[in-house]
């Protein structure tokens, strides 16, 4: 996994896409990042209201968070230096003071963009870590998440599934992604290191029995970090 940081064209200068227009500087601001989490989908461009803000990111790619005023924004994916047509265009609302990863995925074949939002818990215990279950892969069945001690973090977790939020000690986990109600492995996480009050989410993304193979990706969330 690799954060892209030195290629991204903040576009403070675009205008949001609202019925009733008022001055960005007026507007409450939001952070936004991008992921490519689309298997076996080229290299791409992020344009943002026709703009090119992100360039050439590649497969596992997560930008860093971009400040923006809140409003509709559109975007379209171009494969990486063509833009012949958009392998999507789609318009997405940014709420006034909110976190969120915008993913770009596949779904039979069609690459799309999902808005993962991120609100902290209203309730949180002190020095424990926050994580959530975010699910990409398209070919599989449900799945359990389990840690290797056999505790059930998630049950009956199916393709495009955002969990909630749990807190777990601090520590190194092991977790496994078993076929639901099944004790057969589908992945084998090692080595997850959690630390105290920091959000994480657990993105599965890849194919079953295809390349890209399944694995777990595990940035930082920015509601761990960012003043909002």
């Not at 205008?15 to 992921?35: F, H, I, K, L, Q």
């Not at 989490?37 to 971009?66: C, G, M, Q």
């Not at 020095?127 to 290797?148: H, T, Y």
Request: aromatic residues 10%; hydrophobic residues 40%; proline residues 7%.
């Amino acid at each position: 996994m690799r954060y892209i940081m030195q290629y991204i064209n903040v576009p403070f200068n675009i205008p949001t896409r609202v019925d009733d227009m008022m001055n960005s500087e007026d507007n409450m601001s939001a952070y936004v990042r991008v992921a490519h989490i689309a298997a076996r989908a080229p290299d791409v461009d992020i344009y943002v209201n026709d703009k090119l803000t992100i360039p050439d990111l590649e497969y596992r790619d997560f930008t860093t968070y971009i400040k923006l005023p809140s409003g509709t924004y559109n975007i379209k994916v171009y494969r990486a230096n063509n833009t012949d047509f958009p392998l999507a265009d789609v318009d997405i609302f940014i709420a006034p003071k909110s976190v969120t990863t915008i993913v770009a995925y596949m779904q039979r074949r069609m690459l799309s963009l999902y808005p993962v939002d991120e609100t902290p818990l209203t309730s949180t215990t002190d020095g424990k870590a926050k994580i959530r279950i975010a699910q990409f892969i398209e070919n599989i069945p449900p799945v359990d998440v389990v840690l290797s001690n056999g505790t059930v973090l998630y049950k009956n977790v199916n393709f495009k599934d955002i969990r909630n939020y749990i807190e777990l000690p601090i520590g190194r986990y092991t977790m496994l992604l078993k076929l639901a109600n099944t004790d057969i492995d589908m992945l084998y996480v090692p080595n997850i290191n959690l630390k105290s009050d920091k959000y994480y989410t657990l993105y599965l993304i890849g194919l079953v029995t295809n390349f890209p193979t399944p694995q777990m990706l595990i940035p930082l969330d920015g509601i761990s970090y960012l003043n909002i």
